[in-house]
């Protein structure tokens, strides 16, 4: 099945200062890479997704990149504020399945 | 849009006692939702697969008696703990998938419910 691995595992950053997360991903037919944020106590929030057939998608302050070759995809958050402290989880998945395989999971730290 | 919710958001219950949690699309009709269980510092971790008017799919290891799975409309779908016991106590997400991501497997997550069985 599906691995991702998320590095690295807790981020701290300067308020202010980009942020960036990588995951990699083992199953070269996955074709969704979405990113969510969770706050503690909360359930994850989707903030960006990306699918297989763009290398880029940007949103505002956060950004997702795609090298379907090397397999693997990035989390860029610039200006980054305190409220963007929290865990954020990158997750693949392949056509035809359902299921979303998660990475473990990247503490971001913004220091104010 | 694509709005989840659960409820209820934390619930403290006896050992040996059923507790129900309820999750919710509120503005989309999903044929298939899914319960997720996450330990404290820890990803999430898939429990099971709701399609609606169907049995649920069950992950390796998770006992389906012990969490009978019910996804009785497009809107609803509950996740009970039967005989719950103090290894039960986790924090409990389900997720929604809109009809419309076709071939992706686009899933929006409710605000989860933390269950403590004293």
């Known amino acids: 099945g599906e691995n991702v691995e998320q590095h690295p595992s807790t981020l701290s950053v300067q308020e202010g200062d980009s942020a960036v997360i990588k995951c990699t991903y083992s199953?070269?037919?996955?074709?969704?890479f979405p990113w969510y944020k969770q706050e503690l106590g909360k359930g994850p929030q989707l903030i960006i997704d990306?699918?297989?057939?763009?290398g880029e998608k940007k949103d505002q302050r956060i950004a997702v990149t795609l090298n379907k070759t090397a397999k693997h995809f990035s989390l860029h958050i610039t200006e980054t504020q305190p409220e963007d402290s929290a865990v954020y989880f990158c997750?693949?998945?392949?056509?035809?399945?359902?299921?979303?395989?998660f990475g473990k999971g990247n503490q971001v730290v913004v220091i104010p | 849009g694509a709005v989840v919710s659960q409820h209820p958001s934390r619930v403290i219950c006896k050992s040996g006692t059923s507790v129900k949690i309820e999750c919710r699309s509120l503005?989309?009709?999903?044929?298939?939702m899914f319960w997720y269980r996450q330990f404290p510092k820890q990803s999430l971790m898939l429990m099971a697969t709701?399609?609606?008017?169907?049995?649920?799919?069950?992950e390796q290891g998770v006992e389906k008696d012990k969490f009978l799975i019910n996804h009785a409309s497009l809107t609803l779908s509950t996740l009970t703990v039967t005989s719950a016991h103090p290894e039960d106590s986790s924090f409990y997400i389900c997720?929604?998938?809109?009809?419309?991501?076709?071939?992706?497997?686009?899933?929006?997550f409710g605000p989860g419910t933390r269950l403590t069985v004293l």
């Open positions: 990306i699918r297989s057939n763009v």
């Open positions: 199953d070269s037919a996955s074709n969704y």
């Open positions: 709701s399609n609606e008017g169907s049995k649920a799919t069950y």
């Open positions: 997720s929604a998938s809109p009809p419309e991501t076709g071939t992706y497997n686009e899933q929006f």
């Open positions: 503005d989309f009709q999903a044929t298939t």
């Open positions: 997750a693949a998945s392949r056509r035809g399945n359902n299921r979303l395989a």
